[in-house]
């Protein structure tokens, strides 16, 4: 595999902001061409018409589909304004409650962790003791939430997946209402988890 091989493997994907942000890009680009045919047309119309054209039809369609291009700019960039502020209410929402968030963190981790009923509740009751301790508490409270859970996790041997702990955390506190929804859909939809009967429903935090 060659460098530029290796380079386009490793890119990361855009997320949907910078998506909007390049289709904003292309569409001044395009008003820029439109506008540059509008004024040739124009330019030609005063200076050397040509026998048979209609340069006033010309130049209103051309005016459309300016038009047309502006109103969709304008829809783009509305909604990225739309997707920013829901995302920083979402962030807002997260620092509130930003105690809860970690334990439902750790309580996932616990969880996701047991391999039997018996050792779901081993787990999850001592995750919840240790949860209640003071110096626990200090660190949730002095700690970014990434940097809290995989502390945590690292201390009580469990798997440092601090993404996938943090989004069952939210997930939960959308289900309770702390959160507000995620409007952007999964690019992937989450595949159901075979019916083993293993384990129980997540055991509330209280």
């Known amino acids: 595999m060659n460098k530029a091989q290796t380079d386009s493997a490793t890119k990361t994907p855009p997320t949907p902001d910078e998506e909007r ?60 304004a739309e997707r920013r502020k829901a995302a920083a209410k979402r962030e807002a929402a997260q620092e509130d409650f930003h105690d809860l968030r970690v334990k439902l963190a750790m309580m996932a981790a616990a969880y996701e962790a047991s391999k039997d009923n018996e050792e779901i509740a ?5 995750v919840r003791e240790q949860l209640e301790r003071p110096e626990v508490a200090e ?14 996790c690292r ?6 997946r601090v993404e996938r702990w943090l989004e069952m955390a ?17 690019a992937d939809p989450p595949k159901p988890r075979p019916a083993s009967g293993r384990k129980p429903k997540p055991p509330d935090t209280g």
């Open 170 to 186: 939210d997930e939960a506190m959308e289900q309770l209402g702390f959160l507000p929804d995620d409007d952007d859909p999964p």
């Open 21 to 80: 942000a390049a289709d904003l890009c292309v569409l001044s680009e395009l008003v820029e061409i439109q506008m540059s045919i509008a004024r040739a047309t124009q330019q030609e119309a005063l200076q050397a018409p040509q026998p048979g054209v209609d340069y006033g039809q010309r130049i209103a369609t051309i005016a459309r589909s300016v038009r047309l291009t502006l109103l969709l700019k304008r829809k783009l960039a509305d909604e990225r």
């Open 155 to 160: 201390r009580w041997g469990l798997p440092v």
């Open 122 to 126: 081993r787990r999850v009751t001592e």
């Open 139 to 152: 660190l949730i409270e002095a700690s970014r939430a990434p940097v809290a859970v995989a502390a945590l």
